[in-house]
């Protein structure tokens, strides 16, 4: 930007909207607050199952480490299918409404969980929890009574991601409406570290719930939320330019990167320009299948999948969120399983709260002002800024491969060292995710969004139902399995971690080959 034009935006008092002050308004922030939220809840709901089931549900329905497994996978694998398509749901209806009907169905779907159990009994004739409970391990009913409960929460999981699915295509595109480039990393780390708020207030509500009213209830309870959501942004979201909070200078200030960029070059009807932050370095492809004025416009899912960014994009979800999920889901069990302390006991719940006030701390100051300082102060362009930082996070999940021996001496360590992991995680991911809103214009982010989570929920589902088995299978093995001093399901848990620690290097690498410098699409 120019630096008469960033004067005018900073300090020429445009005409205000009737009934507002003088003074540039701040309401970007407070939808970012709603964003927020918004994760947060998204995250309570898939962490009552985690939280759960090892301690409560298990015992009722005798399910093993693949049984959990299957049910994870089974989400990550539907999230994925239905990922591919809610963010060109969101594109298409808008995002208020689109927003709307996501979060509807999610919390509907956290809230069918708590039927599962009334249905398992009706369908077994049993009267009863405790009756399900004294069922003989390993006999004919038992593996009923665990299939059919798997089953049904296989279901409940597919409600919970058609739902979730539209999280972060909606709040990505929000972002992108109400956020110049230099300022997104930092919004969207705000919002993103909804995941980890969520996580953190988990391991302190819900075993506590569950302990207190019943697992059921506890899916009841954090499913609601969503639903007190809906009506905050049924009144406060609207599109900037028709947001009667916003007035002009914030909506100046807002559409800055759009006042600064040069007037796209003409070229043929249907083509998608690739603009480079040199003027000079502009390349125009023939597409009959896109339509529309320079920045307007649709990008087809076909389409997506024939450009360099899309995939640069798809690697960096595809080779870290199962990182991501895996500490997510199995967390809780990890404690349990290794050290003994179970979800609802005190010193549990502590270890878990410790892990995510890191990824929430570590994740909001690092992944929002690391990028920002490279932008601002070393004055690289956003992207460049953004590699520059996700290198840096990519780094810090290396701290993973310590996470097993030094957790010999106390559970404390694996605790810090797995939050320190989440926090690289979560700050690569925020930045990543703003990496759309670089590259693509704004009516096609919430469809790359899509197809990022689509790719994610794949590896989630790797990832996840491959440790279940895995874990089963070095129980099974005991000391036959042995790997880097550990043996059994020790060994099983520092292969994982191993994976973990590479993830981020590997992908940052694929994103830098495939899109070495910042390059933009532009529909025309």
Same mark, same amino acid.
Request: charged share 10%.
């Given at each position: ?5 960033? $004067? ?7 005409? !205000? ?22 994760? !947060? +809840? ?9 939280l759960t089931w090892k301690d409560f549900i298990a015992p009722e329905f ?29 594109? &298409? ?9 996501? /979060? ?13 159990? &009334?249905? !398992?009994?009706? /369908?077994?004739?049993? %009267? ?10 390993? $006999? ?19 409600v919970l991601a058609i739902g979730e699915s539209g999280n972060f295509p ?33 391991? +302190?509500?819900?075993? @506590?719930?569950? $302990? ?6 506890? @899916?009841?309870? /954090? ?28 909506? %100046? ?19 998608? !320009? ?19 004025? %320079? ?34 889901? &199995? ?63 990519? @780094? ?10 030094l957790g010999q001496y106390s559970a404390w360590w694996p605790a810090i ?40 929920? /794949? ?20 000391? %036959?399995?042995? @790997? ?41």
């Amino acid at each position: 930007m120019n630096k008469q034009t960033s $004067s005018q935006i900073h300090s020429t008092p445009l005409p !205000t909207r009737e009934g507002q002050g003088g003074g540039a308004s701040s309401f970007r922030w407070w939808l970012c607050a709603l964003l927020f939220v918004a994760t !947060t +809840v998204n995250y309570l709901d898939r962490q009552v199952l985690s939280l759960t089931w090892k301690d409560f549900i298990a015992p009722e329905f005798h399910w093993s480490n693949s049984d959990y497994g299957s049910i994870t996978a089974a989400f990550s694998l539907f999230y994925a299918f239905v990922s591919l398509f809610s963010g060109k749901f969101i594109d &298409w209806v808008g995002t208020k409404r689109g927003y709307l009907i996501a /979060i509807f169905v999610w919390s509907l779907g956290a809230c069918l969980h708590a039927s599962c159990g &009334w249905l !398992t009994m009706h /369908i077994h004739g049993l %009267a009863s929890a405790d009756a399900l409970r004294a069922v003989e391990q390993g $006999s004919a009913l038992a593996l009923a009574i665990s299939s059919t409960s798997v089953w049904l929460f296989m279901v409940c999981r597919m409600v919970l991601a058609i739902g979730e699915s539209g999280n972060f295509p909606a709040a990505i595109k929000v972002t992108a409406e109400y956020f110049p480039k230099k300022d997104r990393a930092l919004a969207t780390s705000i919002f993103n570290s909804g995941a980890s708020v969520g996580a953190l207030v988990a391991p +302190v509500t819900i075993p @506590f719930l569950a $302990s207190a009213y019943g697992w059921e209830m506890a @899916f009841i309870i /954090i499913g609601a939320l969503g639903f007190l959501w809906m009506g905050f942004w049924q009144f406060l979201y609207e599109k900037p330019e028709q947001n009667k909070h916003v007035n002009q200078l914030e909506l %100046a200030y807002i559409n800055q990167d759009e006042a600064d960029s040069p007037p796209a070059l003409p070229c043929r009807e249907g083509a998608v !320009t690739f603009a480079d932050s040199s003027p000079s370095s502009t390349q125009t492809h023939s597409t009959p299948s896109l339509q529309g004025r %320079a920045g307007g416009g649709s990008l087809s899912l076909i389409k997506c999948f024939t450009l360099r960014h899309t995939w640069s994009y798809i690697c960096g979800k595809f080779f870290t969120d199962g990182v991501w999920w895996f500490l997510l889901f &199995w967390a809780p069990a990890y404690f349990s399983d290794q050290y003994g302390y179970r979800s609802d006991s005190s010193m549990g719940a502590m270890l878990l709260f410790t892990v995510y006030l890191i990824v929430t701390v570590v994740s909001i100051a690092a992944g929002g002002y690391l990028p920002k300082f490279f932008i601002e102060r070393r004055g690289m362009e956003a992207y460049a800024g953004r590699l520059r930082a996700m290198l840096l996070f990519a @780094f810090l999940p290396i701290f993973a491969l310590f996470a097993q021996p030094l957790g010999q001496y106390s559970a404390w360590w694996p605790a810090i060292i797995i939050g320190l992991a989440g926090a690289g995680h979560q700050s690569w991911s925020a930045n990543l995710y703003s990496t759309v809103g670089d590259m693509f214009p704004k009516s096609a982010i919430a469809t790359i969004t899509g197809i990022g989570t689509m790719t994610g929920g /794949i590896a989630s589902f790797l990832v996840n139902k491959g440790a279940g088995v895995f874990f089963d299978y070095a129980e099974a093995q005991g000391d %036959a399995l042995y @790997f880097l001093g550990f043996s059994g399901k020790e060994a099983a848990y520092m292969v994982v971690f191993c994976y973990c620690a590479v993830a981020y290097l590997i992908a940052w690498a694929c994103m830098k080959t495939l899109v070495p410098h910042y390059k933009k699409v532009e529909l025309t």
